[in-house]
């Protein structure tokens, strides 16, 4: 019997700032689809935010490492930064199956309004045949695969996995919005990513 390869999640995202948000689903994806680890990866230069305004990439893979710090089911990469140029999910998921070879499969983490937009993604189904997509529910946003069916085809749906979170709905565009305003975004982040953004005056 072939042995079941080493599953491992990949949590791509802005963090800008990471929130409680991104940290649930990524435990919930961790639990549900028994992954052995979970690597966040904060992006370099978004492709699809190129007028954003925020962190430095520095800060943000800062407060990345600072916020997964205590599970050590997570770590945090610094592959996007490293990389010239716009970082593509792709590029980055071909990395990671060039490093660990045959030995893992990779499950991309989304949250599930990303299903409704990933037929626009950069070589959205060479990345289907390099990894698992793992869908978290998303208030407001119901999943809907009809578009992606649509799209990219019947057999990109077997690589998607939908899994149940608690549904936060907590947006990195709104603690930047609150920490403008001089409010509390007390229990939206870790503690510790409360305590480097007004150490460093982050987004104020
Ligand atoms: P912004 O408001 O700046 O767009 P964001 O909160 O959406 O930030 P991103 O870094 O853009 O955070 O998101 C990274 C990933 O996390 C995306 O797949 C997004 O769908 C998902 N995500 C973000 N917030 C939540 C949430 N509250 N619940 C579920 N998924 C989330
Ligand atoms: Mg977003």
């Not at 709104?174 to 953004?197: A, F, K, W």
Request: proline share 5%; hydrophobic share 40%; net charge neutral.
């Amino acid at each position: 019997m072939a042995e079941e390869k080493k599953r491992i999640g990949v949590m791509g995202g802005t963090f800008d700032p990471i929130h409680i948000g991104h940290l649930t689903i990524a435990e919930a994806a961790r639990e549900a689809l028994r992954l052995a680890e979970v690597i966040f990866i904060p992006a370099a230069e978004p492709p699809h935010k190129p007028e954003r305004r925020g962190a430095s990439a520095e800060h943000r893979l800062r407060l990345t490492q600072l916020a997964v710090g205590s599970n050590p089911f997570f770590r945090a990469l610094d592959v996007e930064m490293k990389r010239k140029g716009p970082s593509y999910s792709y590029d980055t998921l071909r990395a990671l199956v060039e490093t660990h070879g045959d030995h893992a499969d990779f499950y991309f983490i989304i949250g599930g309004d990303e299903l409704n937009t990933i037929f626009t993604w950069h070589r959205i189904l060479e990345l289907f045949s390099l990894c698992h997509f793992a869908a978290a529910r998303r208030k407001g946003a119901p999943i809907s695969l009809t578009d992606v069916r649509a799209r990219l085809g019947e057999e990109v749906l077997s690589r998607i996995h939908c899994v149940e979170t608690p549904e936060l709905e907590i947006s990195s565009t709104d603690i930047r919005r609150r920490l403008q305003e001089g409010r509390s975004i007390r229990y939206l982040v870790p503690e510790s990513v409360e305590t480097y953004i007004y150490k460093e005056g982050l987004y104020q």
